[in-house]
């Protein structure tokens, strides 16, 4: 970087004050939002970039896996199933909705695997 400051970097952040420096643009050159230090477009010319975007697996269904009432979907909570009656419900959660309202909760009968959903 053309520009000497307290903080020592190697991305594309100001050596001045630290702040994140916007994207190189056509111009040539790059100006800090913060402190108008100015770097050139060669200062950025060794930096690479490299993004890992890591995904969860998907599990499939399928009748051995539905029927095994021994492993239940998720952790297992005291609610009465109003099929069977049953005491026991795994559930998981998602939030389905906007993200200032509250999440959905489904809820599978570890006995006859009736599934039902609540927002909450």
Known sequence: ??????????????????????????FGSVKCYACAAIYDADSFSN????YT?????VSTLNNDNILNLDNPDGPVVERKC???GS????????QLRSADEGQTVFYTCVSCKFK????S
Not at 3 to 8: I, K, Y
Not at 47 to 50: L, R
Not at 87 to 94: P, V
Request: proline residues 8%.
């Open 1 to 26: 970087m053309s520009t000497s400051g307290p903080f020592s970097s190697t991305t594309a952040f100001c050596v001045k004050c630290g702040s994140i420096l916007p994207l190189l643009q056509d």
């Open 47 to 50: 930096i690479k970039f490299s």
């Open 53 to 57: 975007i890591p995904f969860n697996t």
């Open 82 to 84: 109003p099929k069977c």
């Open 87 to 94: 005491d026991r419900m795994s559930y998981a959660t998602l």
């Open 116 to 119: 039902e959903t609540e927002n």
